[in-house]
């Protein structure tokens, strides 16, 4: 069975070839001249995921963070509803509302899912933490076995153990899992979930062991035992880092793990600064996140990065840490921050980072718009492949606007499949979309954005029709 992350890659690989082969030209100029512009574009276009931690309860009632998540990144991972406590509260009575939103939500917008997490020693129930050995080892073979069943061929990977190792100078944590079944609690459960969903990549996956430390050798030796019995795919490097202490050896450590034959992945990136943060600060957390990025980019075998939540408010650092956040990619009012730029930069793109929807100008020559043309709106391909494209397209306001309208018609089989930042009847041949709730009122000279993901029945390049944009 594909996997989500399977049938993207081998679309965008599809798109690459094709394209390539037609034009005659190498990959590295084909991308040169279209600069993606969203993280999601970037990330495509180089073969990596970037992934965000997702709060479903925000997914469900923000239509802002649902449509940023859509646009800005191809990976998800449940921040909570995917834990034991979320998914399993009470022996054998299993909740998959909020994991379902959340593996629905991918889905529908051509996104993968990072499974997080089955065996942890926090989040999981009272229920479980009391059990006797054999009891525990039944527990977790039934909890991994329904979970991974259930979401086989919808999630990719997972981390199937969670900061099984402790801060103490490499030690194991002393968890209720390793005093219950020792040390092979861990091989259990890479054997199950293996056996469960033999196609998910499965990963161990802890914090502070991004540089080459005790603990970081631990998980070494640890991957090693798994990776000779066929159990472990990957290695998660949490990445909760502080501002300015990216470890000076992540690169290298990253790669002794790539030598054992594993994938390595950025599974919870945030870098937090003592706040409130100023533009020395933020301009130093533009370059860590730039060089964790840069890492994981230029190394074949890793396989993406998830940033640990949306917003700075998302967060979970400031509940944690006080005096500390502003750890993130976006600001509270989801406009990007220099973190966001050096990202997508690392990751390929261009752009500025400045928000989507940019300031007004004050040149004449945009600010009076010739009659009866109130808007002008553009498309462009971001991703192809061969039955699909991911689109941008921009509406710039020739006059102060409070909302506007905009209409093409597909001159193939070309047809929307999903759309963000825009509503309206856009399914057929001849679209008819309009401005959504929060993105409608431009001033004269400013511009906004909104997106979209295509299907087409062939593998003919995507078609970039003119559209019609009027004030309404
Ligand atoms: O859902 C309940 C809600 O019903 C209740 O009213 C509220 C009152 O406190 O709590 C809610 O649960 C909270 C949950 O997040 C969902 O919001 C928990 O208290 C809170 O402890 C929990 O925090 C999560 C934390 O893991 C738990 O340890 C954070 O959101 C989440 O970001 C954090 O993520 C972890 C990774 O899983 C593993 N690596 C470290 C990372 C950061 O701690």
Redesign the pocket.
């Known amino acids: 069975m594909l996997h989500n992350r399977q049938r993207r890659r081998a679309l965008i690989a599809g798109a690459v070839t094709l394209a390539t082969a037609a034009l005659g030209i190498g990959l590295s100029t084909q991308f040169a001249g279209a600069q993606a512009t969203t993280l999601r574009a970037a990330a495509d276009a180089i073969g990596k995921d970037i992934g965000v931690?997702v709060?479903v309860?925000k997914l469900q009632s923000n239509t802002q963070y649902r449509n940023t998540i859509a646009t800005e990144f191809n990976s998800l991972t449940a921040?909570?509803a995917m834990?034991w406590d979320?998914t399993e509260p009470q022996d054998g009575n299993y909740t998959f509302s909020q994991a379902d939103t959340l593996v629905n939500f991918a889905e529908d917008n051509g996104q993968s899912v990072h499974g997080?997490?089955f065996v942890?020693h926090?989040?999981t129930p009272n229920w479980v933490q009391g059990l006797n050995a054999t009891a525990m080892r039944s527990a977790m073979v039934d909890h991994i076995n329904t979970v991974a069943n259930r979401y086989e061929g919808r999630v990719d990977s997972w981390d199937v153990v969670?900061?099984v190792v402790s801060d103490n100078n490499g030690a194991m944590r002393d968890s209720f899992w390793l005093r219950a079944m020792g040390e092979g609690y861990i091989t259990t459960a890479f054997q199950t979930a293996r056996a469960a969903d033999p196609n998910a990549d499965l990963y161990i996956?802890d914090?502070s062991i991004e540089g080459d430390n005790a603990k970081s050798d631990t998980i070494y030796r640890l991957a090693q035992g798994l990776k000779s019995q066929n159990i472990l795919d990957g290695v998660g490097f949490?990445s909760?880092l502080i501002l300015g202490q990216v470890p000076s050896t992540m690169e290298a450590n990253l790669q002794r793990f790539v030598d054992l034959g594993l994938k390595v992945r950025i599974t919870?990136l945030d870098i937090r600064l003592n706040t409130p943060a100023d533009a020395n600060e933020l301009a130093q957390q533009a370059e860590d996140y730039r060089r964790v990025t840069e890492i994981c980019a230029e190394l074949a075998d890793c396989s993406g990065i998830t940033v640990?939540?949306l917003r700075d408010n998302d967060?979970?650092?400031p509940?944690?840490f006080p005096g500390t956040g502003a750890a993130l990619l976006f600001n509270d009012d989801f406009s990007k921050k220099p973190a966001y730029t050096s990202t997508l930069n690392a990751l390929g793109g261009g752009g500025t980072g400045e928000p989507t929807t940019t300031p007004a100008t004050t040149d004449p020559a945009t600010s009076t718009p010739p009659p009866g043309d109130g808007c002008t709106a553009t498309l462009s391909v971001q991703s192809p492949w061969n039955t699909g494209a991911t689109y941008s397209a921009t509406v710039k306001a020739n006059q102060a606007l409070t909302g506007w309208r905009v209409t093409w018609t597909w001159p193939g089989s070309e047809r929307i499949s999903n759309a963000w930042s825009v509503t309206g009847t856009l399914t057929g041949a001849t679209v008819t979309g309009a401005n959504a709730a929060y993105n409608g009122t431009l001033a004269a000279g400013q511009s906004t954005t909104f997106g979209f993901n295509i299907t087409k029945n062939d593998g003919s390049t995507a078609s970039v029709p003119t559209v019609t944009c009027t004030p309404a």
């Open positions: 931690a709060d309860n921040e909570n834990k979320a997080h997490t942890w926090a989040q969670n900061e996956n914090y949490q909760h919870e640990w939540g967060s979970w650092v509940g944690t």
